[in-house]
């Protein structure tokens, strides 16, 4: 559902106070809910202001911008420091990935060295086949 145009708010209200019909008849001409048309008129009544709210609504960010940078300044510091650390030293409540994510938006990338590489299987050179010991069909 959109949010009803500046516009269109204004047009009601005025509607409303000039006395162009009931609340009903308002809502039903602009093609709103009598639910919206009684909001406005409470929200002007309130607050002296009509417009849309939902702006201020939804979840506030955990990493903002500060923490980010804290972030930042700590992998730069500290090279080889993991997601636990991160989170212990900063006293996050967040899980670890949560961290991840907010370090792959930073594009921040731990790279391995070789010494942390898991051990891979050695491949067998040209002149090993795989089957070694069989006959060669002729």
């Known amino acids: 559902m959109e949010t009803l145009s500046m516009d269109l708010r204004e047009r009601i209200l005025a509607s409303y106070d000039v006395g162009k019909g009931t609340r009903q008849e308002i809502a039903d001409r602009y093609n709103v809910s009598l639910g919206m048309v009684k909001k406005l008129l409470s929200r002007r009544k309130q607050t002296g202001e009509f417009h849309s709210w939902y702006t201020h609504c939804g979840r506030k960010p955990y990493f903002t911008e500060e923490l980010r940078q804290q972030i930042k300044e700590l992998i730069r510091t500290r090279k080889d ?22 370090l792959r938006d930073l594009n921040l990338t731990f790279k391995k060295n070789a010494a942390r590489q898991r051990a891979r299987a050695r491949r067998r050179g040209k002149s090993q086949s795989r089957m070694d010991g069989w006959a060669k069909p002729a």
């Open 81 to 102: 420091i993991t997601l636990e650390e991160i989170r212990a030293s900063l006293n996050l409540t967040c899980t670890l990935p949560a961290i991840h994510y907010v």
